[in-house]
């Protein structure tokens, strides 16, 4: 008995656990104690890493849902259809999580739907909110195929598939533009800053440089995805479609650097990365892990064509987009603020734990669902190829 | 049509005295301790840069920035002139402290039900007739409440009877301009008065130009998209003829033979 308990613990179990444990404690502490005792914010640095880590990575990570679902239905890039339904999922996941986030970061959480029927036209905020609520409902459309179809009344599922197909390239096409709205309107949020943000980040542009970061940021989480749930559960995807999604993740890198670097020239900027700052630390930084380094490492074959390497360098693609949008809501704020800010323990906790929730919904929607082709005979080798495996979708 | 009030903050008849902070901090029942900063218990403070007193309080801009950021519009300006705030409708998302060019408004960040605390220019007492509180209390009237044109005059008047004003009055037309007016002896820069980040401009003008753009770029957006998409119809569907053609042409060949 003891023994099958003890082979029931590992290490992730284990990191699991933690992180349930700590992130319930410090919701506690969010919900009942108030914002003095759950974060570091102040009238200096109203928005943390509630906002940097929640909404704005969380939002553009979950950006390859409306990328593949573009590509697949819309210009009938049938090659990528495999992967439709993953990256739906991760969007929707992801959109889910911010819901959630969004609690955390509003004082008054139970007014979350005033922004449903108190308008103000006039504000970034007001829009990101309406395109993020009317996204989600898109995004729970596209998705619900997965759910209806194992439900186990033949006559109601058919009729409900049916319609659904109908109306479904209308909902793709308006979550297309829909995303492409709020996606740049993060970036919008933080135009009415000027004077407070850096100028290695302030640009009358931000909104769309932050719309062509996300969509190679949320193809290389969803790269990172796919890879996991092929190593860990009893799926299998024809590798070549991922190492495609590695050209493409450089492509729209490359498209990003240019005009990031194109933009940072003509507001006279450049300067600024090179002088003894923190500021321009973090800016090289941003563009080590997020540009420089994957587009080196992609532009190689034996880079793309290696399931493990292209998961590496999907992680530093990610790990950069982050460090990029923390660096927009935080770190570029910190010197017009005249503040230091580092996230309470609560903060970080509370945001791994929504995370987390999303990462293990994901396991089991993979497992239970047809979000990814089941493998149906176990290959002798892990990554061979086997195209022949037939697309759902 | 009721005339715009205003307040006029005359920094070389400021004696720092603090009975601004006094008064502002017994109408709203605070603590009567001087603080340092603006705080969500000062909506006014005396601040000394370089041994000159400054004071600050929401500029109660024309334009307001934080009015035109607030998701739920919460903050307006009343045809008098203040800047209000309905906490009836606030869900505490603070984008109104990261709009706001100056830094005034604060949170109640220790409260459970915490909600954005600015100046008013006392609301309700000016639409009864009377002054803003600070202003009565200021003892030598360095603040000054009354119509805003009348106000303008008597700043313009105040800088040309005597030299050693600088001539500006702050508050006129940076950022759109404002209901709060400062006239001062040192030049405002040295009293941490920042450069208007967008000029004369209003803040939401920086926000108006992306906002105004996104009709057009859904409009033209869901155009190509559309267009796109009947592409890849239609050449599936003729690929689809296509490879029937085919079939049925094998179909007669493998009769024939």
């Known amino acids: 008995m003891i023994a099958r308990i003890k082979s029931e613990i590992t290490l992730w179990r284990v990191i699991v656990a933690i992180i349930f444990v700590t992130g319930l404690y410090a919701t506690y502490i969010r919900f009942f104690e108030g914002f003095r005792a759950s974060t570091n914010l102040s009238d200096q640095m109203p928005w943390g890493l509630w906002v940097g880590l929640g909404t704005l990575c969380g939002i553009g990570l979950s950006a390859a849902g409306f990328g593949i679902s573009a590509a697949v239905y819309l210009l009938g890039m049938e090659r990528y259809r495999p992967i439709l339904r993953a990256s739906i999922l991760i969007s929707f996941l992801g959109y889910l999580t911010v819901m959630v986030g969004y609690l955390y970061e509003i004082g008054l959480p139970w007014r979350f739907w005033h922004p449903i029927v108190m308008w103000n036209h006039r504000s970034m905020l007001f829009d990101v909110c309406i395109?993020?609520?009317?996204?989600?409902?898109?995004?729970?459309?596209?998705?619900?195929?997965?759910?209806?179809?194992?439900?186990?009344?033949?006559?109601?599922?058919?009729?409900?598939?049916?319609?659904?197909?109908?109306i479904l390239i209308g909902v793709v096409l308006a979550?297309?533009?829909?995303?492409?709205?709020?996606?740049?309107?993060l970036g919008g949020l933080f135009l009415i800053a000027r004077g407070k943000i850096h100028p290695l980040w302030y640009s009358q542009y931000m909104h769309a440089l932050f719309y062509l970061s996300a969509i190679p940021a949320g193809l290389a989480l969803t790269v990172m995805a796919i890879y996991l749930s092929m190593r860990s559960l009893n799926v299998r995807v024809d590798f070549s479609i991922l190492s495609d999604c590695g050209r493409m993740i450089q492509m729209l890198l490359i498209v990003y650097a240019f005009f990031k670097f194109l933009d940072l020239v003509s507001n006279q900027a450049l300067g600024y990365a090179f002088q003894r700052t923190s500021e321009a630390g973090y800016f090289w930084l941003e563009v080590l892990l997020f540009l420089a380094i994957p587009i080196f490492l992609l532009s190689y074959d034996f880079v793309r064509s290696n399931p493990e390497r292209l998961y590496w360098t999907s992680a530093i693609v990610v790990a950069g987009f982050m460090v990029d949008r923390l660096n927009v809501s935080i770190n570029s704020l910190q010197t017009a603020m005249g503040?230091?800010?580092?996230?309470?323990?609560?903060?970080?906790?509370?945001?791994?734990?929504?995370?987390?929730?999303?990462v293990i919904a994901f396991r089991y929607a993979v497992i239970y669902l047809?979000?990814?082709?089941?493998?149906?005979?176990?290959?002798?080798?892990?990554?061979?190829?086997?195209?022949?495996?037939?697309?759902?979708? | 049509m009721t005339k715009q009030k205003a307040m006029l903050i005359d920094i070389k008849r400021c004696i720092g005295c603090l009975s601004c902070e006094t008064a502002c901090k017994q109408l709203h029942g605070f603590g009567t301790d001087p603080e340092p900063t603006l705080s969500d218990t000062a909506f006014t403070v005396v601040e000394t840069r370089g041994g000159t007193f400054v004071r600050k309080v929401c500029m109660h801009c024309n334009d307001p920035a934080c009015a035109s950021a607030c998701p739920v519009g919460a903050i307006g300006k009343t045809a008098m002139g203040p800047v209000v705030y309905n906490a009836d409708k606030c869900i505490g998302c603070r984008y109104c402290?990261?709009?706001?060019?100056y830094q005034v408004p604060r949170y109640q960040w220790t409260k459970l039900?915490?909600?954005?605390?600015?100046?008013?220019?006392?609301?309700?007492?000016?639409?009864?007739?009377?002054?803003?509180?600070?202003?009565?209390?200021?003892?030598?009237?360095?603040?000054i409440f009354g119509d805003r044109d009348s106000l303008i005059a008597e700043a313009w008047s105040r800088i040309r009877g005597d030299s050693s004003y600088?001539?500006?009055?702050?508050?006129?037309?940076?950022?759109?301009g404002g209901s709060v007016l400062f006239v001062s002896d040192v030049p405002f820069e040295k009293l941490g008065f920042k450069p208007a980040p967008t000029g004369?401009?209003?803040?939401?003008?920086?926000?108006?130009?992306?906002?105004?753009?996104?009709?057009?770029?859904?409009?033209?957006?869901?155009?190509?998209?559309?267009?796109?998409?009947?592409?890849?119809?239609?050449?599936?569907e003729v690929a689809l003829a296509e490879a029937e053609e085919k079939a049925t042409i094998n179909r007669s060949k493998g009769k024939r033979s």
């Open chain 1, 131 to 166: 395109c993020i609520m009317t996204y989600t409902t898109v995004l729970t459309f596209e998705f619900a195929p997965a759910v209806i179809e194992k439900l186990p009344w033949k006559a109601f599922r058919e009729t409900v598939l049916r319609y659904h197909h109908k």
């Open chain 1, 175 to 185: 979550g297309v533009l829909l995303s492409s709205m709020h996606q740049s309107y």
């Open chain 1, 339 to 358: 503040t230091h800010y580092v996230p309470k323990w609560t903060e970080l906790a509370s945001s791994v734990l929504v995370i987390a929730a999303g």
């Open chain 1, 370 to 393: 047809d979000i990814l082709p089941k493998m149906t005979v176990k290959p002798a080798t892990r990554w061979i190829s086997n195209a022949g495996v037939p697309a759902q979708a």
């Open chain 2, 97 to 101: 402290m990261l709009a706001c060019p």
């Open chain 2, 113 to 143: 039900a915490p909600f954005v605390k600015k100046c008013d220019m006392c609301a309700d007492r000016i639409e009864a007739g009377k002054s803003t509180a600070c202003a009565e209390a200021c003892p030598v009237e360095a603040t």
């Open chain 2, 166 to 176: 600088v001539p500006r009055i702050y508050g006129l037309e940076e950022l759109g």
């Open chain 2, 200 to 236: 004369n401009q209003p803040m939401p003008t920086l926000t108006a130009s992306a906002l105004g753009d996104s009709p057009k770029v859904v409009i033209m957006g869901g155009t190509i998209l559309s267009a796109l998409y009947w592409v890849t119809q239609r050449r599936h």
